[in-house]
């Protein structure tokens, strides 16, 4: 995968819904284009969660993918994104995990977390992905103890501010090889990297979503990436979706 130039705005509601908005309305976009902004008013996570990015001080931008991957193999697509990006804050000097399916954790806080978002538009039988990813950059300690699940920056981390753009040209120069690997083998390529980057491997968790969640010790996964959970009864679940804890 090739990544195009990165397009900043100043202001943006969300570049993932800007991004849904083009496509829906017609608008050539070509495979690796990346939209960017110093600031988005009304960014969201999984299950509509609000993450909003303040000027200078986060990353948030998305850039679109086109691929022949089913539904059950796009599941995956996060978690290719999310090691190509810890690979990337390790150049950092930190030593960054994941956490299923698509945050990224420094010493047990999140520093960022990735939405994967399917258009209704197909071309040449080919899904159109939109592929959000926030980061924490200059994060105060002040503004990290304020949120309601502990949460990190690069500044916290490292005592230094970055420049926004800086951190995202770093990025986009470690996705490529993931999501290529990740379109060559699916997930059964980059299993063993994610299962050494995963923090709650071997560990007892819930997962699910709702009243629907599911207590068991985390055996690893699947061939599409699902979890596969070890009940106390000693039979191993499949589960596609909902929060770890």
């Known amino acids: ?11 943006l509601s ?13 608008v050539a976009i070509p495979n690796g284009f990346v939209l960017a902004a110093v600031e988005q008013t009304a960014g969201h996570g999984r299950y509509n969660r609000h993450w909003i990015s303040q000027p200078g001080r986060d990353l948030a931008f998305s850039f679109l993918l086109y691929t022949k991957h089913d539904i059950s193999g796009i599941a995956s697509l996060p978690m290719a994104v999310a090691l190509g990006v810890a690979s990337a804050l390790d150049t950092f000097g930190m030593v960054t995990q994941t956490k299923w399916p698509n945050d990224l954790l420094v010493r047990e806080s999140r520093i960022g977390g990735i939405l994967c978002q399917k258009s209704n538009i197909r ?16 994060m105060q300690e002040t503004d990290a103890a304020s949120m309601d699940k502990p949460a990190t920056s690069l500044r916290i981390e490292t005592g230094k501010m970055y420049p926004i753009k800086e951190v995202l040209e770093i990025i986009l120069e470690m996705l490529p090889h993931w999501i290529d690997r990740w379109e060559e083998g699916g997930f059964p390529s980059i299993r063993e990297d994610w299962i050494a980057r995963c923090y709650h491997m071997g560990k007892q968790i819930t997962v699910g979503e709702g009243k629907d969640l599911k207590s068991g010790i985390l055996e690893g ?4 990436g699902q979890i596969l959970l070890r009940g106390d009864d000693g039979d191993i ?4 979706v909902g929060d770890v804890e």
Not at 14 to 26: A, F, H, I, P, R
């Open 221 to 224: 996964f699947g061939n599409k």
């Open 237 to 240: 679940r499949d589960v596609w």
């Open 14 to 26: 969300s570049t993932n819904t800007v991004l849904l908005e083009w496509l829906k309305d017609g």
């Open 1 to 11: 995968m090739k990544f195009l130039d990165p397009e900043w705005h100043d202001k």
């Open 123 to 138: 071309y040449a039988q080919e899904y159109a992905i939109i592929v959000g990813i926030g980061i924490n950059v200059n």
